[in-house]
């Protein structure tokens, strides 16, 4: 009984209880002590220390006119843009390169309410080496007419990076067809982004140093067709990020209703209605372009129309693949739902045409000739919207086997104007055709062919691009 209360004895039996804990509380206040200052540390580190700097995105801008001076100032305005100019023009370069030495682009934006203001800016580089503009963009714009697209293809090819965006504005129909012919298996990372028209009605006031944005558009609606490679910023929210609140990009269902829908027989109707009864004789006065619209003309447009929503029908009808071409819609309908702000009165198809707010006081585009003035047939209105829209349009309808009487008029009518041969016993067989974006040139012979220059590109990685896209989208939204 002794022994037992000496080993069971309270005294004891505490003292190294203390003991133990006492050393065990030593030992684990160790580790935790270096864990706080290493904790501390980081801290005092992450307060002292900005995050890495993301590089600035790199943008490429191709061409030297009005558009391009407008996007250049636009876009290098921004912070954390590093804007390029690639101009093919070796003058060109060379002066634009020799203003910027001593002065910032100034882009003169007039507002709707009346009100202007200027901003200021420059490129990092002007060049003609393509090499130096293209590689490691981000973005390649191209803002030169369409007819110069090959050009700059076949120049950039070589340089284009696997996540770049390629936009068209504008790029006309067939855009698409020929950036992956010109640039090949560098286009196939690539996305394409084509809009039909400029975001703004522009005049280059100086060369190198001052443009004005006349007009904005309200909306202007563009195709998307995305490719293997992940865009490094959503693209219809960094071109809103350029141009600011207008006009306000929107994104086509594909690439055929932004070609059924890119009205390319307007300005190849204008003209026939002005000049298809010309006598011949020079005149004094180049006419306005659109203000003389006759209601003929305006009907003509109308029935052009209304062929594009028989061919967007039947592409629907006759697909294997579900496509969309709803918003393929009479060209009167489209312009009261998304252009009633630019124009002064729509109440028909005249009026939409001819009170216009943009190409205010256009003319005619004319040349001297025996003493006085007559229509240049070779100007932009038929050399960019015969081979590079109508043709495109006419190529979709073989295909479907539509019959577009109206716009077939037109081609066999600018193609006699303009020296050239698209159409031959009313088949697109001329030695001319060549030089168009005929989906077929560039082996797309089938619907199903077609409309897979977009579902083609339907993969894993452009899947988790449009999911990256959209929740940065509805952050971006519900931040604001």
Aim: charged share 25%; net charge negative; aromatic share 6%.
């Amino acid at each position: 009984m002794a022994s037992k209360k000496k080993e069971n004895g309270p005294n004891t039996t505490k003292k190294s209880d203390k003991e133990a804990e006492a050393k065990t509380d030593s030992k684990t206040e160790e580790p935790n002590n270096e864990q706080n200052k290493k904790q501390e540390e980081t801290n005092n580190q992450t307060e002292t220390e900005p995050p890495p700097k993301m590089p600035p995105l790199k943008m490429c801008i191709c061409g030297s006119g009005g558009g391009a001076h407008c996007l250049v100032g636009l876009a290098a305005s921004q912070p954390d843009v590093e804007v390029r100019v690639l101009t093919l023009h070796e003058d060109d370069a060379k002066l634009w390169t020799k203003e910027m030495k001593n002065n910032d682009l100034v882009v003169v934006i007039n507002n709707r309410n009346g009100t202007s203001r200027e901003v200021k800016a420059k490129p990092e580089i002007v060049t003609k080496n393509p090499e130096e503009a293209v590689a490691g963009s981000d973005y390649i714009f191209m803002a030169v007419s369409p007819t110069s697209h090959d050009i700059y293809f076949k120049a950039m090819a070589p340089h284009v990076g696997k996540n770049t965006l390629i936009v068209g504005l504008p790029g006309f129909p067939g855009f698409e067809y020929q950036c992956r012919d010109i640039v090949g298996e560098k286009s196939i990372p690539c996305t394409l982004m084509n809009f039909n028209y400029l975001p703004w009605d522009c005049k280059l006031l100086e060369f190198g140093k001052k443009v004005e944005i006349i007009n904005f558009r309200s909306y202007l609606t563009g195709s998307m067709i995305r490719g293997r490679g992940i865009c490094r910023r959503p693209p219809l929210m960094t071109l809103q990020m350029l141009h600011g609140a207008e006009p306000i990009f929107r994104q086509s269902k594909n690439h055929l209703e932004s070609i059924l829908m890119s009205h390319s027989y307007i300005r190849p109707a204008i003209m026939f209605g002005q000049w298809n009864s010309w006598d011949g004789k020079p005149i004094h006065e180049a006419p306005l372009f659109y203000e003389t619209v006759t209601k003929e003309t305006a009907d003509l447009i109308s029935k052009c129309s209304d062929e594009c929503v028989e061919v967007a029908k039947a592409i629907m009808e006759k697909s294997a693949t579900k496509i969309d071409l709803s918003e393929v819609k009479p060209i009167f309908e489209w312009y009261q739902e998304l252009c009633s702000n630019d124009v002064n009165v729509c109440t028909d198809m005249l009026t939409a045409l001819t009170t216009s707010k943009f190409d205010k006081d256009v003319t005619h585009e004319m040349k001297k000739e025996k003493g006085g003035l007559v229509p240049d047939f070779h100007c932009a209105s038929l050399a960019e919207d015969i081979p590079m829209g109508t043709i495109v349009i006419r190529a979709l309808a073989d295909i479907v086997e539509v019959k577009t009487t109206n716009i077939n008029m037109l081609i066999e009518w600018c193609q006699q104007k303009m020296g050239k041969e698209y159409i031959i016993n009313g088949e697109l067989k001329g030695k001319d055709m060549k030089s168009t974006r005929c989906p077929q040139q560039y082996g797309f012979t089938t619907l199903e062919s077609i409309i897979a220059c977009q579902i083609g590109s339907t993969t894993l990685e452009s899947t988790i691009a449009s999911q990256i896209e959209s929740t940065i989208a509805s952050q971006i939204e519900s931040i604001s």
